[in-house]
């Protein structure tokens, strides 16, 4: 969470909470203009606090993304001619499992790319694996057989991401928004990294010795 946007909500909301009192006051001394006015204040303040904290809850879950990140390591496990478990290890330690069914490994992210006017309230490029899911080489496998994709992104009260899509108010602060996929074979045991970029995500097969610890 960016400090400096916990900051500026704690100063806004107590900015909020004087102007409020500064408007008890007014109307205490029937002061109806400058309680008007001081009660307008307090709700922009307000305003201000709430539309701070809904960035900082909606960015929950994205990680900051410099010009290479790995977000996760991989060790496949074919479990039949069409179909393979996937063993992630993520880049903050936890670890999960994933029956899929086809040929190959599919995994996508949402990235957010804030314009440089935000980046001064700690906002940089970020991103979020989104779902895991088994692909098909051939097409007609692909529509016909067996789908299986898991959410890889966990659960929020609000997703920015969501947000940019619904409401043209955040314009002016996300450069760009978009969803970035990439998939790879997994018709034998391997181990691979995923890793996100600000162009976009990528698979690359690496050998044990890369991986930093056993993935079960």
Known sequence: MPNIL?????????????FFIATVAALRKKELFSSAFRFLLAL???????????????????????????????KT??????????????????????????????VDAHILKWKPIVNILGLHTAYELDRVAGRYI????ERENIRTVFLLSRDKPVDMF????????LRPLLDAEYGSAS????????????????????IRKVGREAVPRPIR
């Open 6 to 18: 916990v900051i500026l909500i704690a100063c806004a909301a107590l900015l909020s909470l004087i």
């Open 44 to 74: 922009l303040a307000l305003s201000l606090a709430g539309f701070l904290g809904m960035i900082v809850i909606a960015t929950a879950g994205y990680r900051a993304l410099t010009y290479e990140e790995i977000a996760a390591v991989v």
């Open 77 to 106: 496990e074919p479990t039949g001619a069409k179909g393979f478990t996937a063993h992630f290890l993520f880049s903050d330690g936890h670890e999960a499992s994933y029956r899929l069914a086809g040929d190959a490994l599919y």
């Open 138 to 141: 051939d097409l007609k496998e």
């Open 162 to 169: 969501n947000l940019r899509q619904r409401y043209s108010l």
């Open 183 to 202: 998939f790879i074979n997994s018709d034998k045991p391997a181990y691979f990294e995923i890793r996100v970029s600000t162009t976009g995500l990528l």
